[in-house]
């Protein structure tokens, strides 16, 4: 059994909005990244060394730090300061920063903290600081077990993010993808999981099956994926938290990507038949199905919208592979896309705005956004080959996989997770410990 969620109690000190001069501007990637200081949280020596004991880390306060600060670095929308330039200790910065001190290394917002290990408890007080203004912006606390200390980093992130850039973060989440191994002609594919960082990664799967588009439930930790049994199709519900497995159905055709919706009370598929590949929802409750489009073209890749009311899909109903929005209950059907190319794997974004998608355009392959009426069509990334799009909760950042070529033997070949933000900027590497496929980012698990 896999038992991820140990509980993390936040006590309120203070939110504070007086006349913070700190601005923080989303819209425009990592042009300006806003200089932030992240101090060492402080920690008493008889603290440390029973953490010492129980996490085998040298310094829990530091390391919490760097959880934080990393994440910051790879928003694209921070540039945390060298540690090396810090003039004031962690503990007295904790009380009362000088600010002079922190303006001087250029810093306009500080992050300062403290942890206390008490009756097998951890606890993490932090504090923003605007160093411009002189002021206090926040102050939180937190109380967990020792080992959710990741965690604790994470969540002091978005609550940080939150603060500076007025939308909620996406640091307390985990991503679930396919682990790949092996020679191009002959891939183990396993299920894993990790925290969105690269750490903390767990393997659900043997790797004796073959597995295909895992997608989280909106609502909980609970996985939707496709899984060959004995070459048959099914269609599987696992919840992460307690390793507990079901199959959703057998399926005698061909069986595409299957998704929740909103509620997560369904599940929405394409679902082949006689040659013809048509959409489908279950009622996870009951399990009926009901048949959402009938149409001699191939329609597949449904998403919902975050409210319930539309679904996204891609369909071929007009001679080439486009991307088409309907009303729930399949009415309504209007295509939105008609740039020159062929367009798949649309993903509504969980603000509602924009729809994400891949698209194939002389030989190669695009990962962009459109809204849902189909205008302002922007492509982000290209590349030889990438395709499977999705959202970070707060739909500001998307992750994908991106394959690169390999010879006539299937040498050289590599399937690789990425993530770039909304503007265009920022796009990076996401650390696995194998090749990865299908990424599917989780809601915060911190809600």
Excluded at 108 to 120: D, S
Excluded at 158 to 168: F, I, P
Aim: proline share 5%.
């Amino acid at each position: 059994m896999i038992k991820y969620f140990k509980y993390i109690i936040i006590f309120l000190f203070s939110i504070t909005h007086a006349n913070a001069l700190i601005e923080v501007d989303i819209t425009r990637g990592n042009l300006n990244p806003l200089p932030i200081a992240v101090s060492p949280l402080s920690i008493d020596s008889n603290s440390n060394e029973a953490l010492q004991k129980t996490l085998k880390k040298k310094n829990i306060g530091s390391e919490i730090s760097k959880v934080v600060e990393n994440n910051l670095q790879t928003s694209g929308l921070f540039n945390p300061l060298s540690k090396d330039a810090f003039l004031q200790k962690p503990d007295i910065a904790h009380l009362k920063p000088r600010f002079e001190d922190w303006s001087l290394i250029k810093a306009q917002a500080l992050i300062t903290g403290k942890v206390i290990y008490k009756n097998e408890k951890l606890r993490v007080e932090f504090r923003l600081w605007d160093v411009l203004a002189g002021k206090e912006m926040m102050a939180l606390a937190f109380t967990t077990v020792p080992t959710n200390w990741r965690r604790v980093g994470h969540i002091i992130t978005d609550k940080v993010y939150e603060r500076l850039t007025g939308e909620k973060g996406y640091f307390d989440t985990r991503i679930i993808y396919v682990s790949e191994e092996g020679p191009k002609t002959k891939r183990i594919k396993k299920l894993a999981i990790m925290d969105q960082d690269g750490f903390n990664t767990k393997y659900l799967t043997l790797g004796n099956e073959l597995v295909l588009t895992p997608r989280f439930n909106p609502t909980n930790q609970m996985v939707t994926y496709l899984s060959y049994f004995r070459n048959l199709p099914r269609v599987y519900l696992l919840d992460i938290e307690t390793g507990i497995q079901e199959v959703v159905g057998d399926f005698p055709g061909m069986t595409f990507a299957p998704r929740f919706s909103p509620n997560g009370k369904k599940i929405i598929m394409s679902f082949a038949m006689d040659g013809n590949s048509d959409i489908y929802t279950m009622d996870l409750e009951n399990r009926v199905v009901e048949r959402i489009t009938n149409h001699p073209s191939i329609d597949t890749s449904p998403s919902y919208s975050p409210d319930g009311k539309y679904i996204c899909f891609n369909s071929d109903r007009s001679g080439y592979q486009q991307i088409y929005v309907m009303k729930s209950d399949g009415t309504k059907v209007k295509r939105i896309s008609f740039g020159k190319g062929l367009y798949g794997t649309p993903v509504w974004s969980p603000r509602g705005d924009l729809i994400a998608f891949t698209k194939l355009h002389k030989g190669k392959f695009y990962i962009g956004v459109m809204r849902t009426d189909g205008s302002g069509e922007r492509l982000l990334t290209e590349n030889f080959y990438q395709e499977a799009p999705s959202w970070s909760p707060n739909g500001r950042v998307l992750i994908f996989y991106r394959e690169t070529k390999s010879d006539s033997e299937g040498k050289g070949f590599s399937a690789k997770l990425w993530s770039i933000d909304l503007t265009g900027y920022n796009e990076r590497l996401v650390d696995t410990e194998t090749d990865a496929s299908d990424p599917s980012w989780s809601s915060l698990l911190s809600n």
